[in-house]
């Protein structure tokens, strides 16, 4: 059974902190990626991975950075975190590589508050 | 124009009612389309996903793509309180050298008892 894991589901953060959300995949998938999900927008890619230390840009990248260290592990990082980063946050991964990508296996999200 | 839009809903339904959910996309070159169903506190599921134009049937739900008109369909059978959730429909894309799911908002379901 595919299980994707996210280190909070809840998380409170000040304006200006720097704020990590980690996600854990136990499948060896090549591929990651952190949307993030706002009512009446559906979920917007930010960033995604198709190998270690590999990193490619979403929609909306602005105001964030990732880090694949490992294969199983996808870390996104707001530098400074400000009021319209509130949101749900979802990792995801899958198997095949990109070129060919389909079921993403998705973690519980984690939301964050800024305030 | 967003390349995917879907009605958020609410949309509530009885008991055993015919559910339809709906998206339609402006990119004829979508080959793939899928939903998900997403549980309230929960990331998103698979639920059906298919490529050709026509009808796919699994269990209660069938997932309908009309590529000509650029309309995508999900129905339910015999709904069930258990099927209360949003459903996101997701197309894959091609931009920026990589294929890519792009999201519906998602259509929130409610069937009541």
């Known amino acids: 059974d595919v299980k994707v894991t996210q280190s909070s589901r809840y998380l409170v953060k000040r304006t200006g902190e720097k704020v990590f959300l980690e996600c854990v995949q136990d499948?060896?998938?090549?591929?990651m990626f952190w949307y993030r999900q706002d009512p009446g927008l559906g979920l917007r890619l930010i960033y995604f991975?198709?190998?270690?230390?590999?990193?490619e840009k979403g929609d909306i990248p602005e105001g964030y950075s990732v880090s694949r260290e490992k294969k199983e592990r996808f870390s996104l990082i707001l530098e400074s975190a400000s009021t319209n980063q509130t949101s749900m946050y979802l990792c995801?991964?899958?198997?095949?590589?990109?070129?060919?990508?389909?079921?993403?296996?998705f973690g519980p999200g984690t939301r964050l508050t800024v305030t | 124009q967003k390349e995917v839009e879907q009605d958020p809903g609410p949309l509530s339904v009885p008991e055993g009612a015919i559910v339809s959910l709906n998206c339609t996309y402006s990119?004829?070159?979508?080959?793939?389309f899928m939903w998900y169903r997403q549980y309230s506190r929960k990331g998103p599921e698979l639920l059906m996903y298919?490529?050709?134009?026509g009808n796919k049937e699994d269990g209660r739900f069938t997932a309908q793509v009309d590529k000509s008109s650029k309309y995508i369909s999900l129905f339910i059978r015999d709904s069930q309180p258990s099927d209360s959730a949003t459903y996101l429909c997701?197309?894959?894309?091609?931009?920026?050298?990589?294929?890519?799911?792009?999201f519906g908002a998602g259509t929130r379901l409610a069937v009541h008892p």
């Open positions: 298919t490529y050709s134009s």
């Open positions: 990119n004829s070159a979508f080959q793939y």
């Open positions: 499948m060896d998938h090549e591929n």
């Open positions: 997701a197309l894959i894309g091609f931009s920026g050298g990589y294929n890519k799911l792009i």
């Open positions: 995801a991964s899958s198997l095949i590589r990109p070129g060919n990508s389909y079921e993403q296996y």
């Open positions: 991975s198709y190998d270690v230390k590999m990193k």
